[in-house]
C-alpha cells in the first residue's frame, strides 16, 4: 500500500488550494479514506473522510470551507480547500485503513499566510 499526497503549498489568508492523495496497492474504490492534519507542535487531527460509497465527514472547523472527494478511477483522494485561514497551516495526510491496519501517506505541506 502507497498513498503519495501532492498539492500543497503556500497560500494567502481566503486563497484555495487543492491537495491530492494518489493511491496504490489496494483495491482504493473499496475502501474509507480520509485526512488527517499537524500542525506544528501538535498531534494529528481528523480533517475529512469520505467512505466508498461517497457519504462524507468533516471537522467542524472545515465544515463549509472543505471538500472531500475521490476518484475511483485515478485511485486518488482530493481535498479542496477554500476559504483558508491561518490556523489551516499543517502537514495534511491522507490515510487508509485496510485490514485493520492504519497507512499513512508522507504528507504535503500547507501554510498560509495571515
Known amino acids: 500500500v502507497q498513498l503519495q499526497a501532492s498539492g500543497g503549498g503556500l497560500v494567502q489568508f481566503g486563497g484555495s488550494l487543492r491537495v491530492s492523495c494518489a493511491a496504490t496497492g489496494f483495491t482504493f474504490s473499496d475502501y474509507y479514506m480520509s485526512w488527517v492534519r499537524q500542525a506544528p507542535g501538535k498531534e494529528r487531527n481528523f480533517v475529512a473522510a469520505?467512505?466508498?460509497?461517497?457519504?462524507?465527514k468533516y471537522v467542524d472547523s472545515v465544515k463549509g470551507r472543505f471538500t472531500i472527494s475521490r476518484d475511483n478511477a485515478k485511485n486518488t483522494v482530493y481535498l479542496q480547500m477554500n476559504s483558508l485561514k491561518p490556523e489551516d497551516t499543517a502537514v495534511y495526510f491522507c490515510?487508509?485503513?485496510?485490514?485493520?491496519?492504519?497507512?499513512w501517506g508522507q504528507g504535503t505541506q500547507v501554510t498560509v499566510s495571515s
Open positions: 490515510n487508509a485503513v485496510i485490514n485493520f491496519r492504519s497507512f
Open positions: 469520505i467512505s466508498a460509497g461517497g457519504g462524507t
